[in-house]
């Protein structure tokens, strides 16, 4: 298991198309987080998966953002009918509920997935 | 409203040198605090953890302090390296699952 890994590294599109991101987290990992990151700016959260049951959903992820977990593991971020204030690292992290206090849940992040909307 | 704030928002140090990282939030409930480095163009990777209880922990020449009344943190790096060079990020966790981000201290190591 080499950590978190987000596919593809770099998209680039044009404004009106769709993207789609892919996550696959820690394999004993049973949450997952997406991110989205400005430059200059922390993350910020989109959505929360426990499983494959998605928990919660900022305001952030207007009616053009989806994110699916199907079976638990990997993840998938899809963007519809991009628009240049898109254009952001979106990033995973993925974490183990279980075990002792501050140890359980460690975020672990992917590289993330840089996206320009032309 | 849940808030992480950092000071400063850059530094720029020379190689050896010491510096401290200051990080105020204003969180409810608060569960731990963390501090995270990221290198241009990388997700963020742990590096300390501090719980209500602990006011100092240490990772190599990175030490976190946490005042839980004050709702402070800082970090400190010693005798700075090149590599120390990214972006550093005070998190605190809220409840079980939330994490509030601060937007960072870009610090700038030079030789």
Redesign the interface.
């Known amino acids: 298991d080499t950590g978190?890994s987000q596919n593809p590294r770099h998209k680039i599109t044009k404004r009106g198309q769709n993207v789609t991101f892919r996550c696959d987290p820690i394999s004993e990992h049973n949450?997952l987080?997406w991110?989205r990151q400005t430059l200059?700016?922390?993350?910020?959260?989109l959505t929360?998966f426990?499983n494959e049951a998605q928990?919660e959903k900022s305001r952030l992820l207007s009616d053009r953002f989806s994110a699916e977990r199907p079976k638990g593991s990997f993840s998938t971020l899809e963007i519809q009918r991009t628009e240049q204030g898109d254009s952001a690292m979106y990033?995973c992290?993925s974490s183990n509920?279980r075990g002792w206090?501050?140890?359980a849940?460690?975020?672990?992040?992917?590289?993330?997935s840089?996206l320009t909307v032309l | 409203k849940n808030q992480?704030e950092q000071s400063p928002q850059s530094l720029i140090i020379l190689e050896g040198k010491n510096c401290t990282l200051q990080c105020n939030y204003t969180v409810s409930p608060f569960?731990?605090l963390?501090w995270y480095k990221q290198d241009t163009?990388?997700?963020?990777?742990?590096l300390t953890?501090?719980?209500f209880s602990e006011n100092t922990k240490s990772n190599g020449r990175y030490t976190a302090t946490l005042d839980a009344d004050t709702k402070q943190s800082s970090l400190h790096i010693t005798a700075s390296q090149l590599s120390d060079s990214a972006s550093y990020?005070c998190?605190v966790?809220s409840g079980?699952?939330?994490?509030i981000?601060?937007?960072?201290t870009?610090l700038k190591v030079l030789a």
């Open positions: 978190v949450r987080y991110y200059g700016q922390g993350p910020e959260f929360y426990q928990l990033l992290a509920s206090g501050s140890g849940n460690v975020l672990t992040f992917g590289a993330g840089r | 992480v569960s731990n963390r163009g990388r997700g963020p990777v742990s953890i501090m719980t990020i998190v966790v079980t699952y939330k994490y981000f601060g937007t960072g870009r």
